[in-house]
């Protein structure tokens, strides 16, 4: 049974990306952060919706338009597809760990299916 | 900002579900359990696709041809459509809480857009 808190990278590296499933239309993965965060002058700008639900450790999220979230475990948004944004702070004493679920509704990044 | 584990509903009642996103294909609920189990004569027996992760809890899940698995926070797992399934077990002295997300590829249960 695979399981989400399990598998961990090791602490010092880059962040850690694991797809889970992919279908057509929807991707889900696991996103394990250790205190990186978003180059400011590389922020994220997507062409496709994205839920995140932060599930352990914390992190803050600044939002175009929207501020900074600070996000504790459980809390969970919907970032639109052009919507700016940036992680500004993930917790540097422990991992913390993202699902995250990319609406890919543009036939240019549909992923394969599985 | 919405969190998973906050709202939880009253202890004695029935599983309660929560839809937190619904798109063309795809919906994505919160389920909290409290002891429930499905009933032997009615189990799931779906049209379409689901992922299931475990985020808080216990439970133990009955597949078609796969057996029972035991499912810790974290645990996740694919249940094909049309496989028959059933919740033969969840904590009964504390909160379950499963995130369940839905991928309605069928027409006749696509849910409207939000």
């Not at 965060?37 to 338009?65: F, K």
Request: glycine share 6%; charged share 25%; with cysteine.
């Amino acid at each position: 049974m695979p399981n989400l808190f399990k598998d961990l990278p090791a602490t010092a590296g880059e962040e850690d990306f694991v797809e889970l499933l992919s279908r057509p239309g929807v991707r889900i993965e696991r996103i394990v952060s250790f205190g990186q965060s978003t180059p400011p002058d590389a922020p994220y700008d997507q062409d496709h919706d994205e839920w995140v639900l932060l599930l352990r450790g914390s992190a803050s999220l600044w939002v175009d338009g929207d501020g900074e979230h600070n996000l504790r475990p459980g809390d969970h948004l919907m970032i639109p597809a052009k919507r700016v944004h940036r992680v500004t702070r993930t917790a540097a004493n422990e991992p913390t760990i993202w699902l995250a679920v990319h609406f890919c509704l543009d036939a240019r990044i549909t992923p394969p299916a599985t």
